[in-house]
């Protein structure tokens, strides 16, 4: 069972170069989420997705796109990587049931760096 | 708005309670309070939640106060591994969207 798995787990671009990183989860969680992490900054909501097939905007989703084609899979895109979206991004997933069992699986993230 | 607001950061020594405050004063009667910790740079691990009463599990206590607009979390005796950032959230009830402040950076000192 490994969880939530995120590819790549590094990566540089140029500006205006795209991109589209990988979530993976095999626990057949409904929601799924993207964040992204800047030093000394907390987690924020880029999108998010409460099923296949759907997907919602977070507090930040401006420059990134995002699908879930398949229930296991929530993909984020960079369609024109911008230096200010150098950041960690950071996947999580979490079962559509009782409220007490949304506790969120996080994956190891994924560094990128926009030059 | 922030639904909660933490301590940006507090240092504890090796072996002593790390008693973490978070406030959630609008925190809803369905919301539950879930805690996460960010090691280094590493995806946050879940710690534990709670609806309005303390919880104990093998990582930590979670002592949510009778108005349910505060909480604190307790590792009850801290060691230098507990060193991390300490998340504090609310969810529950229809759709789950978390979000996350910045924290409190605890610094478990020998």
């Known amino acids: 069972n490994a969880g939530v798995t995120q590819t790549p787990k590094f990566r540089v671009l140029k500006t205006g170069q795209s991109m589209t990183l990988l979530c993976a989860q095999d626990m057949n969680h409904e929601y799924m989420y993207w964040y992204r992490q800047d030093p000394g900054m907390g987690l924020r909501l880029i999108h998010y997705?409460?099923?296949?097939?759907?997907?919602a905007k977070g507090e930040v989703p401006d420059g990134y796109n995002v699908s879930r084609l398949k229930k296991q899979n929530f993909l984020l895109g960079l369609e024109s990587a911008a230096p200010s979206q150098t950041s960690v991004y950071f996947c999580a997933s979490t079962a559509d049931s009782a409220p007490t069992t949304k506790k969120l699986f996080f994956g190891s993230g994924t560094q990128l760096s926009v030059l | 708005d922030a639904k909660t607001t933490q301590p940006t950061s507090m240092d504890c020594a090796e072996g002593r309670a790390a008693n973490l405050p978070c406030n959630h004063s609008?925190?809803?009667?369905?919301?539950?309070v879930y805690w996460y910790r960010q090691i280094h740079s590493q995806g946050p691990q879940y710690i534990i939640h709670?609806?309005?009463n303390n919880e104990t599990n093998e990582m930590a206590s979670l002592i949510i106060t009778e108005d349910r607009k505060s909480s604190t979390l307790i590792l009850p005796h801290a060691t230098l591994r507990d060193t991390a950032v300490y998340y504090c959230t609310l969810g529950g009830g229809g759709s789950y969207i978390p979000t996350f402040g910045r924290g409190t950076s605890l610094i478990v000192h020998p």
């Open positions: 609008t925190i809803s009667g369905n919301e539950y």
């Open positions: 709670g609806l309005k």
């Open positions: 997705s409460v099923g296949e097939g759907t997907t």
